[in-house]
Nanobody, 127 residues
Framework: QVQLVESGGGFVQAGGSLRLSCAAS????????MGWFRQAPGKERDFVAA????????QYTDSVKGRFFISRDDAKNTVYLQMDSLNPEHPAVYYC????????????????????WGQGTQVTVSS
C-alpha cells in the first residue's frame, strides 16, 4: 500500500510559479511510475505529466510543455511538479498518482492505470 500526500498548492498570479510535491509512504517509489493529474470543478480528471521509474522518460500534456517539469527524488520518496509561467485558469485540484511499472522507462497518460492517489492540492491562478 502506498500513501501519497501532495503539498505546495496555493494562490499565484499569472506568470508565477509553484512547485508541487508528492510525498510517499508505505512503500519505496522505486518500483512505481508516477503521474500528475488535475481536475477542475465539474470536469474530468486530466493528465498533466508523468515520469517513469528510471526518471529518464517524462511525458506532458501539450498545454504545459515547456512550462511544467516533473521530477523525482527516490531518496526522499518524493515526486515534484515544477509549474512555471502559470496561466489564468479555472481553479483545479492537482493529484499525484502511482502505478507499479516493471519496464523502467514506462509511463502512462491514463488515470485508470494508476492504482494509488493522493488527496490533491488546490491551485488557483489569477489574471
Amino acid at each position: 500500500q502506498v500513501q501519497l500526500v501532495e503539498s505546495g498548492g496555493g494562490f499565484v498570479q499569472a506568470g508565477g510559479s509553484l512547485r508541487l510535491s508528492c510525498a510517499a509512504s508505505g512503500r519505496t517509489l522505486t518500483n512505481y511510475a508516477m503521474g500528475w493529474f488535475r481536475q477542475a470543478p465539474g470536469k474530468e480528471r486530466d493528465f498533466v505529466a508523468a515520469i517513469s521509474r528510471s526518471g529518464g522518460n517524462t511525458q506532458y500534456t501539450d498545454s504545459v510543455k515547456g512550462r511544467f517539469f516533473i521530477s523525482r527524488d527516490d531518496a526522499k520518496n518524493t515526486v515534484y511538479l515544477q509549474m512555471d509561467s502559470l496561466n489564468p485558469e479555472h481553479p483545479a485540484v492537482y493529484y499525484c498518482a502511482a502505478r507499479e511499472a516493471f519496464p523502467r522507462d514506462e509511463v502512462s497518460l491514463f488515470s485508470s492505470s494508476y492504482r494509488y492517489w493522493g488527496q490533491g492540492t488546490q491551485v488557483t491562478v489569477s489574471s
